[in-house]
């Protein structure tokens, strides 16, 4: 049975003109049918009155269809866009946040990133960096399974996209664009990559992401730059399309070359990346694999390590998992791990105690690289997290105990899978007895709300635990507990397996 492709909308520079917009979105669904999303690029707010916007966020008026938005490209509009992670503007209106993949339920994977470019330190709240792009290519690209991305949604055109290329109009591609931008579409390979701010329209001949007799066929590029919303000289702005998921579809007819197909721009001669200097990857820890002396009665085959070494010199796997952009309390390599609290750890995935835990054996699962939520992890990563939750459950039955595990991707940055998926951001319930409950966050979440429900008196009736910082315990307390479920888990441990 052959998928049903999405239809979507993209548009360019919106500039406050949310009326035009939307009236004109209405129109096209009425006469063509619905769409599914409408994914804004460049600016969404302008110098309009605020008036216009009051009623959409006031919900006298409401956006036709769900609708994604980058965030500010100068100081003026910052105060529209609060904190990083992304949030609900208004209803069916969705700030996607600073940089990240948006996975939808259907499997479509959208990279965002907002902001302009910025080579000065401090970088502005409204631009990114070479670090920012370094991260995100980072986060994207390490596993071997990567083969691209469904959409890149950036501000600025990439510098250099018109080489090889039909006429950019009067944007010169060789003076203007970001090359941070082109560096992050090379190492992405976007199926189809949107941009704005230079208020005109540019559809690009769809080029090429592999090099000819070189390297095996891969999908190919097509960039569109979009003009400004309502601009009196009729320049389109809003580009309509229908695409299937690219892991949906079957490999062959992924990579089919359009027949007016052309070189990368990004590159010289077919062969070499001719976006200039490199953008130095941020500093790493020098191995991929973290293999720590939980217990020495343990008795872990590891020929990779000695007896007193705590991170192994000679990973089996050359391949690092994703890094943090920046200190995250939760990656195994950051010096902010409080690692007396890891208990078990596997090739891509640990378990820690919970800090000021609802129990004694509160744990989380946590993936070793830095991913922000179930929806972004690769095959082999969620392989090993099923397996994890599979023993947990039979661990805890084993002793005569329940279990539930619950995820909040709402202002984390990195994955917790608590044990006592894909659109914005959610929260996600799965019970021992197989049911899974999912709720798509809006706004004004309770971020305590797992512990919340778990520690109330119909369930656990401990509530004065509901605030994992009103009942912390001692460092040596914590050691004790570790010890104690790391013994009691070993009969359990897969990972002693060879």
């Given at each position: 049975?052959?998928?049903?492709?999405?239809?979507?909308?993209?548009?360019?520079?919106?500039?406050?003109?949310?009326?035009?917009?939307?009236?004109?979105?209405?129109?096209?669904?009425?006469?063509?049918?619905?769409?599914?999303?409408?994914?804004c690029v460049g600016n969404f707010f302008g110098c309009t009155p605020d008036s216009e916007w009051e009623e959409y966020k006031n919900g006298i008026k409401k956006a036709p269809i769900q609708t994604y938005v980058l965030g500010a490209n100068n100081q003026e509009t910052l105060k529209y866009f609060q904190?990083?992670?992304?949030?609900?503007?208004?209803?069916?209106?969705?700030?996607?946040?600073?940089?990240?993949?948006?996975?939808?339920?259907?499997?479509?994977?959208?990279?965002?990133?907002?902001?302009?470019?910025?080579?000065?330190?401090?970088?502005?709240?409204?631009?990114?960096?070479?670090?920012?792009?370094?991260?995100?290519?980072?986060?994207?690209?390490?596993?071997?399974?990567?083969?691209?991305?469904?959409?890149?949604?950036?501000?600025?055109?990439?510098?250099?996209?018109?080489?090889?290329?039909?006429?950019?109009?009067?944007?010169?591609?060789?003076?203007?664009?970001?090359?941070?931008?082109?560096?992050?579409?090379?190492?992405?390979?976007?199926?189809?990559?949107?941009?704005?701010?230079?208020?005109?329209?540019?559809?690009?001949?769809?080029?090429?992401?592999?090099?000819?007799?070189?390297?095996?066929?891969?999908?190919?590029?097509?960039?569109?730059?979009?003009?400004?919303?309502?601009?009196?000289?009729?320049?389109?702005?809003?580009?309509?399309?229908?695409?299937?998921?690219?892991?949906?579809?079957?490999?062959?007819?992924?990579?089919?070359?359009?027949?007016?197909?052309?070189?990368?721009?990004?590159?010289?001669?077919?062969?070499?990346?001719?976006?200039?200097?490199?953008?130095?990857?941020?500093?790493?820890?020098?191995?991929?694999?973290?293999?720590?002396?939980?217990?020495?009665?343990?008795?872990?085959?590891?020929?990779?390590?000695?007896?007193?070494?705590?991170?192994?010199?000679?990973?089996?796997?050359?391949?690092?998992?994703?890094?943090?952009?920046?200190?995250?309390?939760?990656?195994?390599?950051?010096?902010?791990?409080?690692?007396?609290?890891?208990?078990?750890?596997?090739?891509?995935?640990?378990?820690?105690?919970?800090?000021?835990?609802?129990?004694?054996?509160?744990?989380?699962?946590?993936?070793?690289?830095?991913?922000?939520?179930?929806?972004?992890?690769?095959?082999?990563?969620?392989?090993?997290?099923?397996?994890?939750?599979?023993?947990?459950?039979?661990?805890?039955?084993?002793?005569?105990?329940?279990?539930?595990?619950?995820?909040?991707?709402?202002?984390?940055?990195?994955?917790?899978?608590?044990?006592?998926?894909?659109?914005?951001?959610?929260?996600?319930?799965?019970?021992?007895?197989?049911?899974?409950?999912?709720?798509?966050?809006?706004?004004n979440f309770p971020l305590q709300f797992g512990r919340e429900v778990l520690a109330s008196e119909a369930i656990l009736n401990i509530p004065d635990k509901s605030d994992w910082r009103q009942c912390q315990i001692s460092k040596e307390e914590e050691e004790i507990l570790a010890r104690r479920f790391r013994?009691?888990?070993?009969?359990?441990?897969?990972?002693?397996?060879?």
């Amino acid at each position: 049975m052959a998928e049903k492709p999405l239809r979507v909308l993209a548009c360019g520079d919106v500039e406050g003109k949310f009326d035009i917009l939307f009236n004109r979105v209405r129109a096209i669904q009425k006469k063509s049918g619905n769409f599914d999303l409408l994914l804004c690029v460049g600016n969404f707010f302008g110098c309009t009155p605020d008036s216009e916007w009051e009623e959409y966020k006031n919900g006298i008026k409401k956006a036709p269809i769900q609708t994604y938005v980058l965030g500010a490209n100068n100081q003026e509009t910052l105060k529209y866009f609060q904190g990083a992670d992304g949030c609900e503007l208004a209803e069916n209106i969705t700030y996607l946040g600073r940089k990240g993949l948006f996975t939808g339920s259907s499997g479509l994977q959208i990279v965002y990133l907002s902001g302009t470019e910025s080579l000065n330190e401090p970088v502005p709240d409204y631009s990114f960096s070479p670090k920012d792009v370094s991260s995100l290519r980072t986060m994207l690209c390490s596993t071997s399974q990567f083969k691209g991305v469904d959409i890149l949604l950036t501000s600025p055109w990439p510098k250099y996209v018109g080489n090889f290329g039909n006429s950019s109009g009067e944007v010169d591609t060789k003076k203007y664009g970001s090359a941070l931008i082109s560096n992050l579409a090379t190492g992405l390979k976007p199926r189809y990559h949107f941009a704005a701010l230079e208020k005109s329209y540019y559809e690009r001949l769809p080029y090429r992401n592999h090099i000819v007799l070189q390297e095996n066929a891969q999908h190919a590029t097509r960039f569109i730059a979009l003009a400004n919303v309502g601009n009196p000289e009729k320049k389109k702005y809003l580009y309509a399309f229908s695409i299937i998921p690219m892991k949906l579809m079957d490999a062959a007819e992924l990579v089919k070359q359009p027949p007016d197909v052309t070189e990368n721009p990004y590159r010289k001669s077919g062969k070499e990346p001719s976006i200039g200097k490199q953008i130095p990857a941020p500093a790493e820890e020098p191995a991929c694999q973290f293999f720590f002396d939980l217990n020495e009665k343990q008795g872990r085959k590891r020929s990779s390590m000695s007896k007193d070494s705590k991170v192994s010199s000679q990973p089996k796997h050359p391949r690092k998992p994703p890094q943090p952009p920046g200190p995250c309390w939760f990656c195994l390599a950051s010096p902010e791990v409080e690692k007396h609290l890891v208990v078990n750890i596997g090739t891509h995935c640990y378990l820690a105690l919970a800090k000021g835990g609802l129990s004694d054996d509160h744990v989380l699962i946590l993936p070793i690289g830095h991913y922000q939520s179930v929806v972004e992890l690769s095959v082999e990563v969620m392989e090993e997290v099923e397996k994890y939750k599979a023993t947990l459950r039979h661990f805890f039955k084993s002793r005569g105990k329940r279990c539930v595990l619950f995820e909040r991707n709402y202002k984390s940055h990195h994955l917790q899978l608590q044990i006592v998926q894909p659109g914005a951001v959610y929260f996600y319930v799965e019970l021992d007895t197989g049911e899974k409950l999912f709720h798509r966050i809006k706004r004004n979440f309770p971020l305590q709300f797992g512990r919340e429900v778990l520690a109330s008196e119909a369930i656990l009736n401990i509530p004065d635990k509901s605030d994992w910082r009103q009942c912390q315990i001692s460092k040596e307390e914590e050691e004790i507990l570790a010890r104690r479920f790391r013994k009691n888990f070993e009969p359990f441990d897969f990972t002693l397996d060879d």
